[in-house]
């Protein structure tokens, strides 16, 4: 095992040791939670050509192991994840070798006399090899003040209201199947207003030496009294620790609304995008997206479809498609484990793909 795995390893294990002290002082609820995903994607290669000719486009495992905290003025979490080899996770690594060869040379030029000198001619070169991967997908705190509420460390900052589509403030348009969202290293403070409004600002960092980074706003409204039923969000972003770095660096905003309603056990939502406005006026990316999640009783837990527009979208490869769109079926198998099957659309092209995840809870 790497030193990496291992100190990744230490750290969860410190935090076991370590969060039950917490739970003495603080009154802190302690979980474990573990599962395992497998999922795989099928393109029905109709309108482009299938290149690679493979069984499945994607083939994905995926470990999840964590631990969290929560109290009345503290609450924690760490996660990590493992991605085994076999479902082809590669890692970059750089080889040298060397090569050893002996040639003549002459003493001194004109002379005609003749020596043997050996030479070595070294070369480095990139190789991919297939290889577990660990990763340290959250570990954070947060204090709870009556003031203000601080968090710090590694979460995810993002929002999204279907499970496909949206979370324009941070994501370019695309396709994905049921996505977990991006980490990032970040400040924040946040704080309940009114019992029914929440504000967070983050200061997120996204490169060495804070050069990148992101300031982020978000507020939340739910329980209005006007329509109680109604839940908004509002998220804003922008790159100024890229500027900090660099004047010239071009100040880039992206924002995003949510809103959701729910009708009967309906789950009714849209997200209105707005990306890359900067001060030479440019055009904006501006996509709407939008879904409704139905329950279906006994026979199958849930039934979503998700829909997305984007004038202006830029294809991985074929023919690009302005709406695309998702539908899946979700059913649970006993207590603790889960199915999920759909079909969508295959990096916005005009193809589509079958998906399937499997997904089993340990804890």
Not at 32 to 40: F, H, L, S
Not at 250 to 274: C, D, L, Y
Not at 331 to 345: E, H, P, V, W
Request: a neutral charge; glycine letters at 8%.
């Amino acid at each position: 095992m790497k030193l990496e795995s291992l100190l990744k390893l230490a750290l969860l294990g410190s935090a076991f040791v370590a969060m039950p002290v917490f739970a003495i002082d603080d009154d802190v609820e302690i979980d474990v939670p573990a599962k395992i995903d497998i999922q795989g994607k099928k393109v029905l290669w109709m309108n482009s050509e299938d290149k690679n000719g493979d069984n499945l486009e994607n083939w994905f495992g995926r470990a999840t192991l964590g631990v969290s905290a929560k109290g009345k003025t503290f609450e924690g979490k760490i996660t990590l994840r493992a991605f085994p080899a076999d479902f082809g996770t590669t890692t970059q690594i750089a080889k040298t070798y060397a090569k050893d060869t002996t040639v003549l040379r002459e003493v001194s030029a004109g002379s005609g006399n003749w020596s043997l000198k050996d030479t070595s001619v070294t070369r480095s070169r990139a190789d991919s090899v297939m290889s577990d991967k660990f990763e340290l997908y959250e570990a954070w705190t947060e204090y709870k003040a009556k003031v203000l509420n601080v968090k710090m460390g590694r979460f995810l900052s993002n929002d999204r209201a279907g499970m496909a589509f949206g979370n324009y403030a941070d994501e370019a348009p695309k396709t994905q199947f049921m996505p977990a969202g991006v980490g990032v290293n970040a400040l924040e403070i946040n704080k309940n207003i009114f019992e029914n409004v929440s504000f967070r600002m983050a200061f997120e960092s996204r490169g060495q030496y804070l050069n990148k980074g992101d300031l982020r706003i978000g507020l939340k409204a739910f329980n209005l009294s006007s329509v109680e039923m109604l839940k908004v969000g509002i998220n804003y972003r922008n790159n100024m620790f890229d500027v900090i770095n660099n004047p010239d660096t071009m100040v880039t905003h992206n924002a995003s609304a949510v809103f959701e309603m729910p009708i009967q056990k309906w789950r009714i939502w849209t997200e209105f995008g707005f990306r890359g406005m900067n001060k030479e006026g440019n055009t904006p990316d501006m996509p709407i997206s939008g879904g409704v999640e139905i329950p279906l009783g006994r026979a199958l837990d849930k039934f979503l479809v998700e829909a997305e527009w984007f004038k202006d979208r830029k294809a991985v490869d074929g023919e690009v498609k302005e709406v695309v769109a998702s539908m899946f079926l979700q059913k649970k198998l006993g207590d603790r484990m889960t199915i999920s099957f759909g079909i969508q659309a295959s990096d916005g092209t005009k193809d589509y793909a079958m998906v399937g995840r499997l997904t089993g809870t340990i804890n």
